[in-house]
């Protein structure tokens, strides 16, 4: 059988390869899922060990999708749109991406993580209309709606 490592200390269990993974940092189920088949687990012994993991309230798509939300917002500046894509593109349902990202704005409104993001892009004021479209399109990057942007600049 292959050498896993995780940690520096081989394992043959993927369950507790998933549970040193998930020590580290909160990760989705696909992320998990990834991760156990890129160490070269089987495919079905993957799923047994992320039904236990679920199980045991170790793996939580929805805490999963709530942590990255809060996160995003507070330290990367991330707007609705983008924040939403993201945490979808872990593999986590579309409902609760939205309900991950409107908890996260009910702590911080969209307004004041919009001008934490355009404060670390803007040095002083806008100069001209040149500066001003780039940073209208490095904030709809961000994923801000252009509304919100307009009304910032």
């Keep these: 059988m292959n050498e896993r490592r995780s940690s520096g200390i081989a394992s043959s269990d ?3 390869t998933a549970l040193r993974l998930l020590a580290r940092r909160e990760l989705s189920s696909l992320q998990v899922r990834e991760r156990l088949h890129r160490r070269l687990f089987p495919p079905d012994v993957i799923d047994k060990a992320l039904v236990r993991l679920q199980e045991e ?3 939580d798509d929805r805490r999963t ?3 990255y939300a809060r996160t995003a917002v507070k330290l990367k500046s991330r707007g609705r749109f983008r924040l939403i894509r993201e945490i979808e ?4 349902g579309t409902e609760t991406a939205h309900e991950a990202v409107a908890a996260a704005y009910r702590e911080i409104s969209e307004e004041d993580v ?3 993001a355009l404060a670390r892009r803007l ?3 806008v100069k ?3 500066e001003a479209g780039r940073l209208q399109q490095a904030l ?3 994923g801000f709606s252009d509304e919100m942007i307009l009304g910032a600049l």
Excluded: D, H, I, T
Aim: aromatic residues 12%.
């Design 114 to 116: 919009l001008e934490r």
């Design 57 to 59: 309230g170790a793996l």
């Design 65 to 67: 999708a709530f942590a």
């Design 123 to 125: 040095n002083g004021s």
């Design 89 to 92: 593109a872990l593999g986590v």
């Design 128 to 130: 001209n209309w040149k």
């Design 14 to 16: 993927p369950y507790v």
């Design 140 to 142: 709809r990057r961000q």
